[in-house]
């Protein structure tokens, strides 16, 4: 018969002495009755609600889109379509808002974020500027001009520049000329540089209403860019700016005189660069801001 004593050849010990060495048991390690790891699934409240958020906006905008313009129905549809929702599905509301956007369906846009602000959610600066949007292009001016100074006295000197184009812009539209300057004021105070269309449009303000010594202090302040940036094939290219279009003379005329186009536009810049900073005289406006001016 064969022993059953025999040595372990790494302990140097026998075997009914010899010491079982068992791996340890991690708390995190689960095991199940099917002899393998337990498979941990996300929690409910920790799901990721990125997912699917295309189909939910779609389906938002199909459940709103053939109602009437009743606010109880309307607020009713989407209080039933976020009911079962342990989150509130921003993500698929802000897609359904841009959808609704492309088609133009700006009644749908004002509904749809004045509820949303109703249920405490997306204050944004995006939403503000998406309900302002709208109701401009809706025609609701008073509702307009009442949420800009909501954003403006909460907002002061954080708020966008996009924010004061669309009054501007409206105003001109409207021949609001006292408004409008009352605006460009407010930017001038809060150092807000304007855009090169808010510019144009002061420009014509000025000259339709013959203050032709403001429209000389407007442009010497805000020059017309010798720079502009377009988007060609996706790419961001810097392209020389002639206001008077007039490409060929330019360019015949720097090739006479033999100084590269480059060296031009260093001395350009360095001649804006020497220009003064300080904020616009307030006599180009003085006399927009008191209500002086006598329309054409």
């Known amino acids: 018969m064969l022993s059953l004593r025999c040595w372990a050849p790494t302990f140097g010990l026998s075997v009914d002495r010899a010491v079982v060495l068992r791996p340890r048991k991690f708390n995190s390690l689960v095991v199940c009755g099917a002899r393998g790891p337990r498979p941990r699934f996300p929690r409910v409240w920790k799901a990721d609600k990125r997912i699917g958020t295309v189909s939910k906006s779609q389906k938002l905008v199909k459940c709103i889109k053939d109602l009437s313009n009743v606010k109880e129905e309307v607020?009713?549809?989407?209080?039933?379509?976020?009911?079962?929702?342990?989150?509130?599905?921003?993500?698929?509301?802000?897609?359904a808002l841009k959808t609704l956007e492309d088609e133009k369906e700006w009644k749908r846009i004002i509904q749809v974020i004045k509820w949303m602000f109703n249920k405490g959610q997306g204050k944004t600066m995006g939403s503000?500027?998406?309900?302002?949007?709208?109701?401009?292009?809706?025609?609701?001016?008073?509702?307009?001009?009442?949420?800009?100074?909501?954003?403006f006295s909460r907002y002061m000197e954080g708020l966008p520049r996009i924010f004061f184009m669309k009054m501007i812009s409206l105003y001109y539209r409207l021949g609001s000329y006292e408004k409008m300057f009352e605006v460009f004021a407010d930017m001038e105070e809060l150092g807000v540089r304007p855009d090169t269309s808010i510019v144009r449009m002061l420009g014509d303000v000025f000259m339709k209403l013959e203050m032709l010594d403001k429209y000389e202090k407007l442009n010497r302040k805000y020059p017309p860019p010798k720079f502009e940036y377009r988007y060609i094939k996706g790419k961001r290219i810097r392209i020389r700016v002639y206001p008077d279009n007039s490409t060929e003379e330019v360019t015949q005329r720097n090739s006479n005189r033999g100084e590269p186009e480059d060296a031009r536009s260093m001395n350009l810049d360095n001649e804006l660069e020497e220009t003064p900073k300080t904020s616009l005289d307030r006599n180009v406006l003085g006399d927009a801001a008191s209500g002086d001016l006598e329309f054409v």
Do not use: C, M
Request: charged residues 30%; proline residues 2%; negative net charge.
């Open 128 to 151: 503000y500027q998406t309900l302002l949007n709208a109701l401009i292009e809706d025609g609701r001016v008073e509702e307009a001009e009442e949420l800009f100074q909501k954003i």
């Open 75 to 95: 607020y009713g549809a989407l209080d039933s379509f976020v009911a079962w929702e342990l989150e509130f599905p921003l993500i698929a509301v802000k897609k």
